[in-house]
């Protein structure tokens, strides 16, 4: 841990696997790439990291004892161990999108699956680095997306299809993702899991109802062209619309943010005479599991239908 090329590599890889990652780059897909392929991310994102998160409570396996592992990261220090939901995460996001991008796109194959591999394991690798996991956590979390891949990759489109045009899908969405999350495994201390579970199925709902609502706007994005298409090369104008692009989405997923989480805390507040401003009353079931399902799920409906309607509208 004192070297200091590996000490930012893995820190870096380790914030892949974050909220900061999640909230910027899963967005940056949908507005910037292709829905399309954002679509199937978010979905398996959401059912993999569900599967993880739970199989920890359920589990209760312990993460590295420290001495001997140094420990780098202390917000999920009181998380339980197996299985490696960094490892599920890289592992899912970086095949589902190759997955997703072939026969779409014309890409070198090859070179598409060693950046799969080498974004998945340098993420696997930093949960050792950082002295969260063990290698079987890791190992576990790796098979664990694989297998479900596998199993699921042949339903994607039929999926896809429904979660546009089937109108009882954003319903069944919503309903199963908050009766998910209120009803999510008990511990018998305060852990992050159940909060952050909770906000990875708030913006899986809300995707579903915006990516619903986006398609019934005439919106969904359709390439034009034979597939697999080329990729265009990247202009100065193309890439300033990315950057306004983002910077617009972003400043609306944070003003989305604050007033949701703002008025879903008073809300609740007010329910139950409490003071929300409590760190412990807002880490009670009653209180968490609605407001964060409320605000991830406002974040999913903006990001995936406000804000390209918006770019719509300003031609971007």
């Avoid at 080329?230 to 193309?238: A, G, K, L, Q, V």
Wanted: net charge positive; glycine share 6%.
């Amino acid at each position: 841990v004192r070297k200091y090329l590996l000490y930012y590599l893995f820190r870096f890889a380790a914030a892949l696997g974050q909220e900061v990652f999640y909230i910027t780059f899963l967005p940056f897909t949908f507005w910037n790439i292709d829905s399309f392929i954002a679509r199937r991310l978010v979905v398996v994102w959401c059912i993999v990291m569900y599967i993880g998160q739970a199989s920890k409570d359920l589990l209760k396996w312990p993460r590295p004892s420290s001495p001997p592992v140094v420990k780098l990261e202390t917000r999920v220090e009181a998380e339980y161990g197996m299985p490696s939901t960094h490892a599920i995460a890289a592992t899912a996001i970086s095949f589902t999108f190759l997955l997703a991008s072939i026969g779409r796109y014309q890409f070198p194959l090859v070179l598409g699956f060693v950046a799969a591999l080498c974004l998945s394991t340098l993420v696997s690798l930093s949960r050792l680095y950082t002295g969260m996991h063990t290698v079987l956590d890791v190992i576990c979390g790796v098979l664990i997306a694989l297998l479900f891949l596998a199993a699921t990759f042949p339903m994607w489109d039929l999926v896809d299809h429904q979660l546009l045009t089937n109108s009882i899908c954003p319903i069944i969405a919503v309903t199963a993702g908050f009766l998910l999350s209120y009803n999510y495994p008990e511990l018998d201390h305060y852990s992050t899991t159940r909060a952050d579970t909770t906000v990875i199925l708030g913006v899986g709902a809300g995707t579903c109802v915006g990516v619903w609502l986006t398609n019934q706007m005439g919106l969904t994005y359709i390439p034009a062209g034979d597939f697999p298409l080329t990729m265009s090369p990247i202009t100065f104008n193309m890439l300033l619309a990315v950057i306004l692009r983002f910077i617009i989405g972003v400043v609306l997923l944070v003003v989305t943010r604050y007033v949701a989480k703002t008025l879903s805390l008073k809300a609740l507040g007010s329910w139950y005479k409490v003071s929300t401003h409590d760190q412990l009353v807002k880490q009670r079931l009653e209180i968490e599991v609605p407001y964060k399902f409320v605000t991830y799920t406002s974040i999913g409906i903006v990001a995936t239908s406000i804000v390209p309607w918006l770019y719509h509208v300003l031609d971007l």
